[in-house]
């Protein structure tokens, strides 16, 4: 028996932990795995020798995707197969989806209870729900068990029966078995969406194994396929050549896998291998430093700390380093808030962007201190020393956020013209624009704000910001310029490219105002507006084919409650691309898990809102727009004298219906109610014993939810602009908002609200309820087209 090192031990441990929750994740999301899911590349593994692979390690070849097209009669026979699966299974949905969230033992029983009263293709679903749960509370040889059962009882799920037991045996440290399932994977499973994970599974199984150039030759077999991308086959990769003997071979693999890919789990144990090895130190500063900056980018504010430490007390680094070492690491403490005056103070005071970036940080701790001498006087310092500076345009974005919060408008102007002028290109470049331009529009500076916005929509149309500085230009040249016919223009051409966005709705309101209006007589400003168009959207359909096996069985993995694979199982189907997202969000609706399908729709079709209605199918705008509970919503609405429509708009903003959401700040159920301001609306309505988890009731919910509503309307005169910003932001907010009026009305309240996130969830409520509008109305004329049609 080999004797294994207590670090290398360690590694293995740390390894075969991360390898479940990996796999499992990026199988869930192949978008980060960039992996494919089906295969036809038929290979058998009679022996893994050492045969000499056909490529250098670490090379890459031209890649193909994994396509695996069966017959019509294989299709259509496996199709028929796994239907009959899914009926005989169809009630054991509602308590696999509780083993799968909760894996109490009552969550257990019940499963296995199930599973021992049928037969067949039911006990089989309902086995590869106990396996996938014991797998995921490490019970391993449970998991064994219940995977084997699975695979006995349907064929149709030895894939991921296969490789989920495999994945167990191997956590399990029983490679022997593990390599009997992943023998020849490919070759069973070739349209599986496990073909890609499977090589890297199978080449650490054969490394815990001692046989490492067997582990070389099933990655070589991968070659050309969408496999090499993923994170897993490249540190499997290194760690084969490692155990080969090729330690430089290995060393440079871990570091391409490092620096490439630093975020991910895999670069996490590349790096502690480089450690374990005594190669960290080939990592040059610069490479050291390109990983702390990709900490910080992602907002991993400790770990870049760390990476910026250790660069500071390195005594390898060039002179002058250390000065950009120590500022960034200061930089992190003030993500971390951390960072005090005086260790800002003590950074090195250099002429170089490392002084800029210093100068930035005592601006900040100025401005968390309210020192507004201080922080003008830091900003003009940097506008003197580093006029060029992205570390100046970082501070005037700041201090003009600064003083816009204490609604000093003149002086936040100031900042935000200033970066957009001198940075046009920055990040914030076309924020702050527009921002001068409003601010100038809220201080009656009318000449400024219309040469602002004409700017923006000039310089920056596809910025998000820009559809507001088209309206806004529409409200000058109707109120101030006189000018109908440009403000129609620019109302049209916001109702042509962002038909559901809020300001598509106030532009409508604004066209009825104006009435009929001729063409533009300046042609001039017409060839700005030609930008704003339609996205061309992608082809979807209504229907789906009769004969996809990959989609029955996602259907059958969703009785299962393995919710994470059916995705990517649709998705293995090769023509799915129309189709997909309807075809996930309708498994969801089916089990009337309405959040689930919301949430599948819009990651699919985040262009939704910039499409014109007739573009998507009926179907996909009821699933985006849902309205479960429909009944109790009309009648709680009846009753408090609301919209049911905005009731329904207000819940799919506040938790996408789901029933059991709770908000980081304790707010509970579909319209996200406070336990006390629960208890309270219960008083009220005469509820007695009332407690908190009675707020995940939906009926409970709404009812209360909706009596809140209405004295958040009754206490701001019915005005649904302040009611909805009270419900997200506090009552005492929008008085205070109300306060720094006058606005000419309710369209200039909502983009003066200074909360971002307040002023967002206004319009986005405002937004839905039209939307549920025009959707009824959409399935109004398409009912009216059919009936005619019908004569």
């Known amino acids: 028996m080999k004797v294994q090192s207590p670090l290398v031990a360690l590694l293995r441990r740390a390894a075969r932990g991360l390898a479940v929750a990996v796999s499992l994740l990026l199988v869930a999301f192949p978008l980060l795995a960039q992996s494919s899911t089906s295969t036809d590349k038929s290979h058998s593994v009679a022996s893994h020798s050492a045969k000499k692979p056909t490529r250098r390690a670490g090379t890459r070849a031209t890649r193909h995707r994994r396509v695996y097209r069966a017959s019509r009669a294989v299709r259509r026979a496996r199709t028929a197969r796994i239907r009959r699966a899914f009926v005989a299974s169809a009630d054991l949905r509602p308590m696999a989806e509780?083993?799968?969230?909760?894996?109490?033992?009552e969550a257990y029983a019940g499963v296995t209870a199930y599973?021992?009263?049928?037969?067949?293709?039911?006990?089989?679903?309902?086995?590869?729900?106990?396996?996938?749960?014991?797998?995921?509370?490490?019970?391993?040889?449970?998991?064994?068990?219940?995977?084997?059962?699975?695979?006995?009882?349907?064929?149709?799920?030895?894939?991921?029966?296969?490789?989920?037991?495999?994945?167990?045996?191997h956590d399990f440290a029983d490679d022997a078995g593990a390599e009997t399932l992943l023998h020849g994977y490919a070759e069973r499973y070739p349209d599986s969406i496990f073909a890609d994970q499977a090589p890297e599974l199978e080449a650490n199984v054969l490394l815990d194994i001692n046989n490492p150039a067997g582990a070389r030759e099933v990655l070589a077999e991968a070659e050309g396929t969408d496999a090499v991308d993923r994170p897993g086959y490249q540190l499997a990769e290194a760690q084969v050549e490692y155990a080969l003997g090729m330690q430089d071979q290995a060393v440079r693999l871990f570091k391409q896998l490092l620096l490439s890919r630093p975020l991910t789990p895999e670069a996490q144990a590349a790096r502690a291998k480089l450690t374990a090895i005594g190669a960290e130190s080939t990592l040059t500063d610069a490479e050291l430093r390109s990983l702390g900056d990709a900490y910080y980018r992602a907002g991993r504010y400790?770990?870049?700390?760390?990476?910026?430490?250790?660069?500071?007390?390195?005594?390898?680094?060039?002179?002058?380093?250390?000065?950009?070492?120590?500022?960034?690491?200061?930089?992190?403490?003030?993500?971390?808030?951390?960072?005090?005056?005086?260790?800002?103070?003590?950074?090195p005071d250099t002429p170089d962007e490392n002084g800029a970036r210093r100068l930035d940080l005592l601006m900040e701790l100025a401005r968390d201190r309210q020192d507004a001498a201080d922080q003008q006087n830091i900003v003009s310092q940097m506008e003197t020393r580093f006029p060029h500076s992205p570390w100046l345009a970082e501070a005037l974005f700041s201090s003009g956020n600064m003083y816009l919060l204490r609604r000093d408008y003149p002086e936040a102007v100031e900042y935000y013209s200033y970066l957009a002028e001198h940075f046009p290109t920055h990040k914030y470049a076309a924020s702050a624009h527009w921002r001068a331009g409003w601010l100038s529009y809220r201080l009656g500076q009318f000449a400024d704000a219309a040469h602002l916005f004409d700017a923006?929509?000039?310089?920056?149309?596809?910025?998000?910001?820009?559809v507001s500085a088209l309206y806004w230009r529409g409200r000058l040249y109707e109120s101030r310029d006189h000018y109908p016919s440009l403000a129609a223009a620019d109302y049209r051409a916001i109702i042509r490219a962002y038909p559901h966005y809020f300001y598509a709705q106030m532009a409508r309101e604004r066209l009825t105002a104006i009435g009929k209006v001729a063409p533009s007589a300046i042609p001039a400003a017409e060839p700005e507006l030609d930008h704003f168009q339609p996205l061309q959207e992608p082809k979807l359909v209504d229907t789906f084919p009769e004969?996809?096996?990959?989609?029955?069985?996602?259907?059958?993995?969703?009785?299962?409650?393995?919710?994470?694979?059916?995705?990517?199982?649709?998705?293995?189907?090769?023509?799915?691309?129309?189709?997909?997202?309807l075809a996930e969000a309708q498994i969801y609706s089916s089990y009337n898990e309405t959040f689930r399908a919301l949430r599948a729709m819009k990651r699919a079709l985040p262009y939704a809102s910039t499409a014109p209605m007739q573009a998507i199918p009926l179907v996909y705008w009821r699933i985006l727009f849902p309205e479960p509970w429909w009944e109790t919503i009309k009648a709680e609405s009846e009753k408090n004298n609301l919209d049911p429509y905005l009731v329904a708009s207000l819940i799919r903003q506040e938790s996408e219906f789901n029933p059991n959401a709770v908000s980081y700040a304790n707010a509970y159920g579909l319209m996200q109610m406070l336990p006390s301001v629960g208890r309270a609306m219960a008083r009220q309505e005469g509820m007695t014993n009332f407690r908190t988890f009675q707020l995940f009731d939906p009926e409970t919910n709404i009812r209360l939810g909706t009596r809140y509503l209405r004295e958040m309307l009754d206490r701001f005169g019915g005005v649904d602009e302040y009611a909805l910003a009270a419900y997200n932001a506090g009552d005492n907010r929008v008085t205070d908002w109300q306060a720094a009026g006058p606005y000419s009305g309710m369209d200039e309240f909502v983009e003066s609200i200074p909360f971002s996130?307040?002023?967002?969830?206004?319009?986005?409520?405002?937004r839905n309820e039209e939307t549920y509008r025009a959707i009824d109305a959409y399935a109004r004329m398409q009912d009216r087209e059919a009936t005619s049609a019908s004569r």
Request: net charge negative.
């Open 302 to 347: 400790d770990e870049a700390a760390e990476q910026y430490r250790a660069l500071a007390r390195s005594s390898a680094v060039t002179p002058g380093d250390p000065d950009g070492f120590q500022v960034a690491l200061a930089d992190c403490e003030l993500h971390l808030g951390r960072l005090t005056q005086s260790q800002a103070e003590s950074l």
């Open 757 to 766: 996130q307040t002023r967002e969830y206004v319009e986005a409520i405002l």
């Open 547 to 581: 004969d996809s096996p990959h989609l029955a069985k996602a259907r059958l993995l969703a009785n299962a409650g393995l919710n994470e694979y059916i995705a990517p199982e649709i998705q293995a189907d090769p023509d799915s691309g129309s189709w997909s997202a």
């Open 115 to 169: 599973a021992r009263r049928h037969t067949g293709d039911a006990a089989a679903a309902a086995y590869l729900a106990l396996g996938h749960a014991y797998l995921l509370d490490h019970r391993y040889a449970e998991a064994v068990e219940n995977f084997k059962r699975a695979r006995e009882g349907n064929a149709e799920l030895a894939d991921i029966a296969d490789f989920l037991a495999a994945q167990a045996d």
């Open 98 to 105: 509780q083993l799968a969230t909760l894996r109490t033992p």
């Open 456 to 466: 923006q929509i000039k310089d920056y149309p596809s910025a998000a910001e820009t």
